[in-house]
Nanobody, 120 residues
């Protein structure tokens, strides 16, 4: 199995910045995509941003404010969040689409989530 551990959440005032980190470990053969989803109370989980080796993809609501990147170790992903708004308040989940062996299909794996709260 693959374990994802997030860090970097917290409380910040509107207009502030936070940086989320996520590290994958365990039985990893390859990771295709890593990314971040978020879920606010009463809402469905939604994609914030994801990244493959070549391309990053962002939700319209965060374009120009958030930047996703992969670390030098391919099993890490970061989310730099700037100009935060109260509507960015949510639990942020790290996601990886990974294969555990050469023979297995690509499967989704999730972290436990980290709370981001933006006060007005």
């Amino acid at each position: 199995q693959v374990q994802l551990v997030e860090s970097g959440g917290g409380t910040v005032q509107a207009g502030g910045s936070l940086r989320l980190s996520c590290a994958a470990s365990g039985s990893i053969f390859s990771i295709n995509t890593m990314g971040w989803y978020r879920q606010a109370p009463g809402n469905q989980r939604e994609l914030v941003a994801d990244i493959t080796r070549d391309k990053a993809n962002y939700a319209d609501s965060v374009k120009g404010r958030f930047t996703i990147s992969r670390g030098n170790a391919a099993n890490t992903v970061y989310l730099e969040m700037n100009s935060l708004k109260p509507e960015d308040t949510a639990v942020y989940y790290c996601y990886a689409a990974a294969r555990t062996t050469y023979f297995t299909n690509v499967l989704p794996f999730w972290g436990q989530g980290t709370q981001v709260t933006v006060s007005s």
